[in-house]
DNA sequence: TTGAAAGCGCTAACAC
DNA sequence: GTGTTAGCGCTTTCAA
């Protein structure tokens, strides 16, 4: 049905052997001939089959990237890193998007098989417990983003210091009545910036801890999800003003818009009402002008896939880990308290 | 090196023949060979190479997606609506990320290689005017997302009568006096809406026309970007009270924000001194409050994909296009114009 | 039901 | 430099 390199031998009146070196390059074939393979792989319109090669190569030019279920800026950005790479390698970019975490031991085993693709980049999610045995004894490339593994390379924050860097800069604006939105409780950055969060509050007794507050209804990517920042900040809402937090850490910047969302459905304006942190710096932040802590979400895409490229060609690579250290980003959602007790 | 159907079917003692029938549910096998092979493959960890059966089932269960460079919800939403369909039928998602027009000629030579996808989708990019008859040709499954082509399955919205909508709605207001902000000149939805806007215009012989306004800087996504819409809302402001419209079209939400930013820092006030409509409803709008007309983003990836797979069962279906229109919806950035003399 | 064997389309080692 | 040939690992037809 479609045309083959045995066509264009024939066509051409030479063997298979030397119209796939004129294909790919090879340097000893005679001008000749490449111009004469050239011309008839033209006219025929040949295209190689990819799975052929694959099968015969050994190698697909293909990489594995497997993410939350994309619904989420985060991962937009994280994608845009790895991207440009790709293109350049000229690799095909295979995606799976877990929604919930069956879904990831099924994408895994897919990914690893032979012919699929050359290489494995798993973003923000937590590898089942008897997943790096099984692949690290396959030595099949992996890199790790927003995570971390000791058998793997990874690149990530350190989620609990950023987490308390974010608490103190709200105590340091002078509230004492603070609050934190979380994301599900089993996942790891949502426990880590909680620990983080904690942390602050416990070393500042005049400060009163208003809790760290689970999403109850979406749990969609760990909760970091604006449905999620929403019902929570509603919940907080419902407090009588004396009782409210003055200010709200929220786990994740997507977290944070869907509370302020709720903020605006009650009439409360941020900052002069209650002050709003972030957490992540994506896009949508500065839209939003939500003070929040920057992890550099794009130079971890990129450096992962940077990583992983060197990893494919060389498996025997010692493991390289770095943690990043977000910065804090200071927009218009933060703001002194208000006084609590207000002149009547 | 790795496992193969051939080391199982040595050590079960059965023909490798045997061994494919069961590994893909052939009903005639015995039970007892069924049980052998099972256990021999999973005893030897066998994960069957997927360029190998790519190659012989002539199948690669893989879909294509190319849509412009992941940097904007619009993708995240459509994208979304397509996973999901996805992960039922069991099938891959190759994404690529259009950049510059030059790599989407690229993407489709690779795409369309047998072996590579069964199907591709193509989200939001003008196709290149030598293409359609070389795919046509190979009757490659191909449906399109969000732009019309004659040749292909489509599904897109009426982006004219949209946007006529969206400027007598304006002059229903009051307006007589209306500008648009438009995208990159050559992307067609840009074109498709100018000329709705303009229609509406010339119908209406009282309003005077502001113009059709591009962006000069920032030409990313089309022009459909925060910083296009803020650069030519800009521009507009500093014309003289007189000659300013009282009302402005923006090809996009993204631009309308940007405007909305624009008038925030010259001091001026939403509806009240000028009215803005944008075109999308991205989640975005919502926040702003912003009047727009609504596109169902998400049931358009979903659409797409379920017709790409009936097309891939079989390519003889008639050509399928569906357009739909988007809706008004109202919120509060548009109101009647402000007196234009007012007293002193 | 099952084994043998012929592809699928390409790469690469080998001999000339 | 170039043709021939043996794989790559799997599916599927054909006989038995």
Redesign the interface.
């Given at each position: 049905m479609?045309v083959t390199i045995y066509d264009i031998a024939r066509e051409a009146g030479v063997g298979v052997g030397t119209v796939s070196r004129v294909l790919n390059n090879h340097p000893s074939v005679s001008a000749k001939s490449k111009e004469r393979v050239l011309d008839v792989a033209d006219r025929l319109?040949y295209?190689?089959?990819?799975?052929?090669?694959?099968?015969a190569r050994r190698k697909?030019r293909?990489v594995t990237i497997i993410m939350p279920?994309?619904?989420?800026?985060y991962f937009?950005e994280l994608?845009?890193g790895v991207?440009?790479k790709l293109?350049d390698e000229d690799y095909?970019?295979?995606?799976?998007?877990v929604?919930q975490p069956q879904?990831l031991q099924h994408y895994l085993?897919?990914a690893?098989?032979?012919?699929?693709s050359d290489g494995l980049l798993i973003a923000s999610l937590d590898l089942p417990s008897d997943f790096p045995d099984?692949y690290v004894k396959r030595n099949f490339p992996i890199v790790l983003l927003d995570r971390h593994h000791p058998s793997f390379d990874c690149f990530h924050i350190d989620n609990v210091s950023s987490a308390y860097e974010a608490t103190r800069y709200l105590i340091s604006l002078g509230h004492n009545a603070i609050a934190m939105i979380s994301g599900n409780n089993d996942s790891s950055p949502s426990i880590q910036r909680a620990r983080g969060y904690s942390t602050a509050i416990a070393e500042h007794t005049h400060v009163s801890d208003g809790g760290i507050h689970h999403p109850g209804d979406d749990l969609r990517n760990d909760g970091f999800n604006?449905n999620a920042g929403h019902e929570v900040m509603s919940r907080l809402l419902r407090l009588s003003p004396a009782e409210r937090p003055t200010a709200v850490f929220a786990a994740s910047d997507i977290q944070a818009?869907g509370a302020?969302?709720a903020m605006?459905e009650s009439g409360l304006r941020c900052p002069e009402d209650i002050s709003i942190i972030g957490f992540d710096d994506i896009?949508?932040a500065r839209?939003?002008d939500l003070t929040t802590m920057r992890q550099p979400i794009r130079r971890l895409g990129k450096l992962g896939i940077e990583r992983l490229f060197r990893r494919m060609e060389d498996a025997s690579l010692p493991i390289e880990q770095q943690q990043f250290t977000p910065e804090l980003v200071i927009r218009r959602t933060t703001a002194p308290p208000p006084s609590r007790f207000p002149v009547v």
């Open positions: 479609s319109q295209v190689p089959n990819a799975a052929a090669q694959r099968l697909s293909t279920h994309i619904s989420n800026n937009v994608l845009g991207q440009d293109y095909d970019m295979l995606l799976y998007g929604n879904q085993r897919r690893i098989r032979a012919g699929h099984m604006r818009i302020l969302h605006k896009d949508l839209y939003y």
